[in-house]
């Protein structure tokens, strides 16, 4: 019974994706769009279904369905283990992948390769089941490999534009040198543990087997790297802001709400491995911590709308890294959740506008889109609320938790992530300012074509909207469901903080910093109307900010030369020489056959000599020497 | 009776005749630029051959080199049958038997 919802589970996806891949030229557009959706909500009704199974039971379910690898006693099965953590991730990948696929049918309608849009977003999907419900890190590993192969394809849909092959290829290689980190840890894990199980692994931890701390420590290291390639961390941060070159519903599932979140999941499935290197676990909190900053403070001046809300997304997975080094795992996870509520929500509303303004994403020449598009200002002014850390909206209880936890730990942290969120909620208001407020600076011609999104398009958006307005809920302070539901992924008990008058304090504190964000905001762009200059006209440190902190043209400086001139190197000097003894070794050849040629010149009259002359030694040395 | 022919001349006469006609053919084959002469030249060999395997089976009183020399009577008659109409078919030709001439084998 289980193995049979399981394999419907990851099924599904992959059914739709064949359909669309192999049929989808001749189905109808609307056709197409129905059965990617379809395949994603079967897997969504089965994730309830599940999850519904262990809230009851209280006990993960594992599904083992063949033995992969073995290798003496080194055993990796094709095994799934659903338990609290992989559902929640099932839940919402599934639930907010057909909320984006339903929009997709409409926001993508006009795309001759709206199929193969489809089909890639499925198998997105299912490889994204793979990384989450997977009993072991190989399995992870598929997964994790698989859907950085369909960012990499979906960033790069509108092909024919060669920046957009650009940023998708920066986003592959990105992302394989944070892979390679995360091999190596998986086996420095399986070198350690002789099994790359999470439940033996955590049993093996929890009954105080012996293992060596130094190594465990690089392992876990290794698969931070891995965390901070997929997720967007410092050093390797860049790609993210430049994925926003695929469709906006990509940006909205792939960098926004799930696939960007799995160095998240992999840190608190491995919570166990990680509870034991307090080194490693600090180091993740000040990237983390570090990350939330730098980012906040590029979104500052991004007048790309899609942009901002890239580095929104770093920002706010800088956040969640900073809980995870903390340890509150729970925390991060609870942000994990409500950050995929609104922010899916915000890129499918700037997706929404996008298809107003006919494919215009640079808000300088937006504004006054609030009269035009009532929906997606509504749901939008939720989402941007509730990033912001407003009362009582989803973000304010998550980001609240993790100031908190920093509070607690380390000021300078708490210090940084509170300066992090008061620039969130400067630069979403700028962003909501610049959009929906003032005048239209658009051409006449956009403005006759203003119109309010379809209903397919709007219907995600309200959902998501009343999620990220209410999804706080599952998370309150001092009476937390998610903390109890996810507390048998831990070993032993989790620590509690209080909810005391510091906790009250630091929230009033929060509050008023996302007040004062706003404010800044209205007071620049609404009372003053100000505008963001043109790109030559920027000076100062916004230039720098501009600029993104000149950290692609560092990496292009320090990384991307050197290995050009390597390259370089190999071609024209070890590529020579190698090349001259292939070369020669051909050359050599041709030159003996040359003179053996002559030889066989065709004259019969010295074959015939030839021939006798040799049959003449024969006899002399057999029979006469 | 035979006996006595190879106690008069000396089976060494034999070899050095055979030897010689040997010789006589390989250099007919070797200088010879006339493709039916160098035919017959190597008849001339053949025949250097048989008439060596004829003295020694006599000498050695046993029939089985004189039958031999049959079989390669045979085998060079067809030899020269095949040889000579080979020779015909290049005449056809090149109009020539010139073995000079013979150079299509160039690789």
């Known amino acids: 019974m289980d193995s049979t919802l399981v394999l419907i589970l990851l099924l599904s996806p992959i059914i739709g994706f064949l359909i669309n891949l192999f049929f989808g030229k001749n189905l109808s557009k609307s056709l197409s769009g129905t059965i990617g959706t379809i395949a994603v909500g079967i897997s969504f009704v089965v994730s309830v279904i599940l999850f519904n199974k262990v809230t009851q039971s209280g006990e993960g379910i594992t599904v083992h369905f063949f033995d992969w690898i073995q290798v003496s006693n080194f055993n990796v099965g094709f095994s799934f283990l659903l338990d609290q953590l992989s559902l929640l991730w099932l839940l919402f990948v599934t639930g907010i992948g057909t909320l984006i696929h339903l929009y997709s049918i409409s926001y993508m309608h006009d795309d001759e390769n709206l199929h193969k849009f489809f089909s890639y977003l499925n198998l997105f999907v299912f490889f994204m089941i793979m990384l989450v419900s997977g009993s072991n890190l190989l399995i992870m590993f598929i997964g994790w490999e698989g859907v950085g192969l369909c960012s990499y394809l979906l960033i790069g849909f509108w092909y024919k534009n060669q920046d957009y092959n650009d940023a998708a290829k920066k986003a592959f290689i990105m992302n394989r040198i944070g892979d390679l980190g995360f091999l190596a840890g998986v086996f420095i894990i399986g070198y350690l543990f002789g099994s790359l199980d999470y439940l033996t692994i955590k049993q093996a931890i929890a009954s105080g087997q012996y293992v060596d701390l130094g190594l465990l420590a690089f392992a876990a290291f290794c698969l931070f790297i891995g965390a901070t390639g997929k997720s967007a961390q410092l050093?390797?941060?860049?790609?993210?802001?430049?994925?926003?070159?695929?469709?906006?519903?990509?940006?909205?599932?792939?960098?926004?709400?799930?696939?960007?979140?799995?160095?998240?999941?992999?840190?608190?499935?491995?919570?166990?491995?990680?509870?034991?290197?307090?080194?490693?676990?600090?180091v993740i909190a000040i990237i983390g911590a570090l990350t939330a900053l730098v980012a906040a403070f590029i979104a500052l001046v991004q007048n790309d709308i899609k942009k901002v809300l890239a580095y929104s997304t770093v920002s706010q997975l800088g956040l969640m890294f900073l809980a995870l080094g903390l340890g509150a795992y729970e925390i991060a996870v609870f942000h994990v959740v409500t950050h995929a509520f609104f922010k899916?929500?915000?890129?499918?509303?700037?997706?929404?506008?996008?298809?107003?303004?006919?494919?215009?994403?640079?808000?300088?020449?937006?504004?006054?889109?609030?009269?035009?598009?009532?929906?997606?200002?509504?749901?939008?002014?939720i989402s941007t609320l509730a990033i912001s850390?407003?009362?009582?909206?989803?973000?304010?209880?998550?980001?609240?938790?993790?100031?908190?936890?920093?509070?607690?730990?380390?000021?300078?942290?708490?210090?940084?992530?509170?300066?992090?969120?008061?620039?969130?909620?400067f630069y979403m208001f700028r962003l909501l300012y610049l959009t929906f407020f003032g005048k239209f600076r658009g051409t006449e011609e956009q403005k006759s074509k203003l119109h309010e999104s379809p209903s397919l398009m709007t219907f995600p958006l309200i959902v998501l909207a009343v999620l990220a307005a209410i999804g706080g809920l599952i998370s309150i302070p001092g009476n937390s469901w998610l903390n109890h539901y996810l507390e048998p992924i831990f070993i032993g008990s989790r620590p509690h903080h209080a909810v005391d008058s510091t906790a009250f304090i630091l929230m009033g504190v929060a509050t008023v910093g996302a007040l004062i964000g706003i404010f800044l905001a209205y007071s620049k762009y609404i009372k003053k109307g100000q505008l963001p200059v043109k790109d030559e006209e920027v000076t100062g440190f916004a230039k720098v900010l501009h600029n993104k902190f000149y950290v692609d043209e560092i990496y292009t400086a320090i990384i991307v030369k050197p290995i050009y001139w390597l390259g370089d190197f190999f071609k024209s000097i070890v590529e020579v020489i190698i090349s001259s003894i292939v070369f020669g070794t051909?050359?050599?050849?041709?030159?003996?056959?040359?003179q053996g040629k002559t030889l066989q010149n065709g004259s019969v009259g010295l074959y015939l000599f030839v021939f006798v002359l040799g049959f003449s030694t024969i006899v002399y040395y057999l029979f006469l020497a | 009776m035979l006996q006595n022919i190879l106690q008069e001349i000396g089976i060494q006469n034999y070899i050095i005749l055979s030897t010689i006609m040997f010789c006589i053919g390989v250099f007919g084959v070797l200088y010879r630029r006339n493709a039916i002469v160098v035919l017959m030249s190597i008849e001339i060999m053949l025949n250097a051959v048989n008439l060596l395997l004829v003295a020694f089976s006599t000498y050695h009183q046993d029939a089985a080199g004189q039958v031999f020399v049959f079989f390669t009577m045979t085998v060079a008659a067809a030899e020269v049958a095949i040889g000579l109409a080979l020779?015909?078919?290049?005449?056809?030709?090149?109009?020539?038997?010139d073995i000079d001439q013979l150079r299509n084998l160039k690789g």
């Not at chain 1, 051909?586 to 040359?594: A, D, H, I, P, W």
Request: aromatic letters at 12%.
């Open chain 1, 389 to 425: 850390g407003i009362f009582p909206l989803s973000g304010f209880f998550s980001k609240d938790e993790i100031l908190l936890v920093a509070f607690h730990e380390n000021k300078v942290l708490w210090f940084i992530a509170s300066a992090a969120s008061v620039m969130t909620a």
């Open chain 1, 235 to 282: 050093p390797l941060f860049t790609w993210l802001p430049d994925a926003m070159a695929g469709p906006t519903p990509v940006s909205a599932l792939i960098h926004a709400a799930t696939m960007v979140t799995a160095g998240i999941f992999m840190i608190t499935r491995m919570n166990f491995v990680f509870e034991l290197t307090p080194a490693v676990l600090n």
């Open chain 1, 586 to 594: 051909g050359k050599l050849t041709n030159f003996v056959s040359e």
């Open chain 2, 87 to 97: 020779l015909v078919a290049i005449y056809r030709n090149i109009k020539s038997i």
């Open chain 1, 344 to 381: 899916a929500c915000l890129f499918l509303g700037s997706g929404s506008v996008i298809h107003a303004m006919g494919g215009e994403q640079d808000m300088r020449y937006m504004g006054g889109l609030k009269g035009h598009m009532k929906i997606t200002f509504i749901t939008f002014l």
